[in-house]
Each structure stands twice: as structure tokens, then as C-alpha cells.
């Protein structure tokens, strides 16, 4: 199961921090973070590999997104600064469990329910 949480409303240039915490079947490969805008598909954020703690970025995050872990607690964390309205969406958390990386999202098994991040302008 995975538990996502931290979204929020904020204004433009405001932080957030995310959590998706693992539980129960807890061996993944690589956790990634997906949002959906309305009208929109989902789209790859970012994802970290387990084992490695190897981290990967869309383009429009690299710099103001950054993804880590807690080992002990098998959680994911996507701390989030200098927010755009652009980044408004519901983003999920989910797992891979093969050994290669993939931004696709029909390629992660596991879903979190998903928080709703709203960025004012």
C-alpha cells in the first residue's frame, strides 16, 4: 500500500513537501512521483531507484523539485520549491518493480491514491 500526503494550497514561489510512505509488500525497484492536471494525462515527475538512491527529473522540475528517501521508514519525499500555477495537480506516487528505469506510467503497478497541489499565481 502506498500512502501519499503533503499536498496543499500555496501561492507562486511557495514550497511543498510530499511523503508516500510504503507498507505492507515493500520491495520495489523504483518509486516515482506522477501528477495529472485536469484535461491532461499523467505525466512523469520524478522517480528514485531504490538501491541506488539514483534520481531522475522531468525537465520542467530539474532544479526546483528534488526527490529523496528514508530508507527506515520506506518513504519517498518530493520536496517541492519555487511553485508554479503550472504545477497545479493531483500527483501520485507509485512503484516499479523491474530493473529498468521508465518515466511511463503504465509501467508502475502500484498507485497511491494521490494529493491535490493547487499553486496560486
Known amino acids: 500500500q502506498l500512502q501519499a500526503s503533503g499536498g496543499g494550497l500555496v501561492q507562486a514561489g511557495d514550497s511543498l513537501r510530499l511523503s508516500c510512505a510504503a507498507s505492507?509488500?515493500?520491495?520495489?525497484?523504483?518509486l516515482g512521483w506522477f501528477r495529472q492536471a485536469p484535461g491532461k494525462e499523467r505525466e512523469f515527475v520524478a522517480a528514485?531507484?531504490?538501491?541506488?538512491?539514483?534520481?531522475y527529473y522531468v525537465d520542467s522540475v530539474k532544479g526546483r523539485f528534488t526527490i529523496s528517501r528514508d530508507n527506515a521508514k520506506t518513504t519517498v519525499y518530493l520536496q517541492m520549491n519555487s511553485l508554479k500555477p503550472e504545477d497545479t495537480a493531483v500527483y501520485y506516487c507509485?512503484?516499479?518493480?523491474?530493473?529498468?528505469?521508465?518515466?511511463?506510467?503504465?509501467?508502475?503497478?502500484?498507485w497511491g491514491q494521490g494529493t491535490q497541489v493547487t499553486v496560486s499565481s
Open positions: 507509485a512503484t516499479r518493480y523491474a530493473m529498468a528505469y521508465s518515466t511511463g506510467a503504465r509501467d508502475y503497478s502500484r
Open positions: 505492507g509488500r515493500t520491495f520495489f525497484n523504483y
Open positions: 528514485i531507484r531504490w538501491s541506488s538512491g539514483d534520481t
